[in-house]
Every structure is written in structure tokens, then in C-alpha cells.
């Protein structure tokens, strides 16, 4: 086999709380969130002449045809093999936009690896790889998970147990504009952010288990969303603030996805793209 392909969803991630460790394999998070329709198709084949494998022989990934810097790609690579290898990702959703790219990429990349290497890993093992790499490399903290089983899911325990409770909520149309990138690092290494959002977070989710089961649709978790922006102190855009508001004016409902300056909605505003809702995690191609 010369080459293999896998595919992960994005992730859109509405409420979060998070839980750090001093070990990455026990770090994640709480929160709520849902993988869409879109994703990454992650394409993997071996360098040619690869053998003399070195710190200057680096693994080369690219993005929709531009060669980029990729940590959290190059981390699973590296704990899944020596050998050098290519990684051509594409996606049509925005990288470091909220939309859980690197997760989804790295997801994607660990699942083709495994089979282009005849690995024999587990798809646990694989996700809890990707998992890993992203913690380590601060580019998330609960998108893999969510990544790996697919659909609208709620984790009241923390994302490195691979525990969550799938929402009755699937092939519902979403609508987003994205404006701007937000620095995920930034967020996740300040305590005092990091604090008010766990304090957001826990009051959101415990907001979440108590709603009747009739009570459970897309317009209560987005307006539970839309609270959490606004408690966390993450809802700072004056852009973001505008289009939520003029949806709000139209009877519909919005909140930011988190970590970017972008909007989600239950209904079509000015600008925006269309995704839909769906529960089939990652898997080969």
C-alpha cells in the first residue's frame, strides 16, 4: 500500500470546561459540543528515500496545497512511527476557527497511519493519541473525543475518559460565518481566563442535566451556549455581538463557537455558510 486516507468532522464546541493535569494523558475537558457534515480528509503516504531518518528530516504536512507548521499532526506522527511521512490535509472549514481542525486532522492522520503502517491499533488508541498530541501541543482539550464518536455530545467527565452522553439531536442545519482566528494557547494557559470559564462551564452543564428530556432541542442548547459566552468573559468581538444580536432581532438563536470569532445559528443570517449536524465519527476512506 502506497498511500491511505481517513476522514474526521468538525467539531463545533459550545460550552467547555477544563481540566488540566500535569500528564497529558489525563488532561481534557468538560463541555458540550457537535460534529458536523465537514471535516478533514487526511491523505498519508511514506517519503520516498526515507530511511535516514533525522531531527532535520522533518515530516512534511499540507493544508488545502500550502505547506504549514503542524505540531499536534507532527506529535502523532512521531508516537506512531520514525519513518518520514507526507500528510496532505483538506478541508473546506477554516483552521484555528473553532471548527476542532486540529483534532479532526490529527484524528484523521492517526487513523490512515495506522492503516498505511498495518499498525494494528485500536481506534481508541489511535483517538487517544490524537488526544494526546493535542493537550500537549495546546491546540484543544475535548474536540477529539467528540471527533471519534460523532454526533451532539455532552461530557459531565472529563474527555480523556472517552465518556460522553449523545444528545437525540442529528441532521439538523446549522448556519456560521467565521471572522477571525483565536488563539486557543492563549486561552487554555491563562488561569485567571481558565478559571472563569470552569466556573461558566460548570454552571452551563449542570443547567444542561437538568432539563426534561422535551426539553432537549437545538435552540436551548444554543441559547445555554449563547449564556456561557457571555459569563466566561470569551464573547469580547463587538462583530460576533452585532450578528448574534441581529439573529436574536430575527427570532433566531446564535452563540460564539468556541475558540473563535465565529457565530452559530439555528437559522440562515447575512453571510453565513451551512453545515449540518451528524453523528458518524471519524473513519477510513
Do not use: W
Not at 481517513?6 to 463541555?31: D, E, H, M, Q
Not at 468581538?237 to 444580536?245: A, F
Amino acid at each position: 500500500m502506497s498511500s491511505a486516507k481517513a476522514f474526521a468532522p468538525g467539531n463545533i464546541s459550545c460550552v467547555f470546561a477544563i481540566r488540566k493535569n500535569k500528564n497529558p494523558a489525563k488532561s481534557g475537558s468538560l463541555g458540550l459540543g457537535f460534529t458536523v457534515d465537514k471535516g478533514v480528509i487526511a491523505a498519508i503516504k511514506r517519503e520516498a528515500n526515507n530511511k535516514e531518518h533525522n531531527k532535520k528530516n522533518k515530516n512534511a504536512v499540507y493544508f488545502n496545497n500550502k505547506k504549514i507548521n503542524f505540531p499536534t499532526v507532527d506529535s502523532v506522527i512521531e508516537k506512531l512511527t520514525d519513518e518520514k511521512i507526507i500528510v496532505d490535509i483538506k478541508s473546506e472549514l477554516p483552521l484555528g476557527s473553532g471548527f476542532g481542525l486540529s483534532g479532526a486532522s490529527a484524528l484523521a492522520a492517526a487513523y490512515a497511519l495506522n492503516k498505511l503502517l498495518k499498525l494494528k491499533k485500536t481506534k481508541k488508541e489511535l483517538a487517544l493519541i490524537a488526544h494526546i498530541s493535542e493537550v500537549e501541543n495546546l491546540t484543544g482539550l475535548g474536540d477529539v473525543i467528540n471527533q471519534h464518536y460523532g454526533g451532539f455530545l455532552v461530557k459531565y467527565r472529563p474527555s480523556y475518559m472517552f465518556k460522553a452522553e449523545k444528545l437525540p439531536i442529528k441532521n439538523k442545519t446549522v448556519h456560521y460565518a467565521y471572522f477571525s482566528r483565536l488563539d486557543t494557547k492563549k486561552v487554555i494557559s491563562n488561569k485567571k481566563i481558565r478559571s472563569k470559564i470552569n466556573k461558566a462551564g460548570l454552571k452551563s452543564l449542570n443547567k444542561i442535566k437538568k432539563l426534561d428530556k422535551d426539553d432537549i432541542n437545538l435552540k436551548n442548547l444554543i441559547k445555554i451556549s449563547k449564556e456561557f459566552t457571555m459569563e466566561s468573559g470569551l464573547l469580547k468581538s463587538g462583530n460576533v455581538k452585532n450578528v448574534i444580536k441581529k439573529i436574536e432581532n430575527n427570532n433566531g438563536t446564535a452563540s460564539m463557537i468556541m475558540l473563535g470569532n465565529a457565530v452559530f445559528s439555528d437559522k440562515k443570517f447575512k453571510g453565513s455558510k451551512k453545515l449540518v449536524i451528524k453523528d458518524k465519527g471519524a473513519h477510513l476512506l
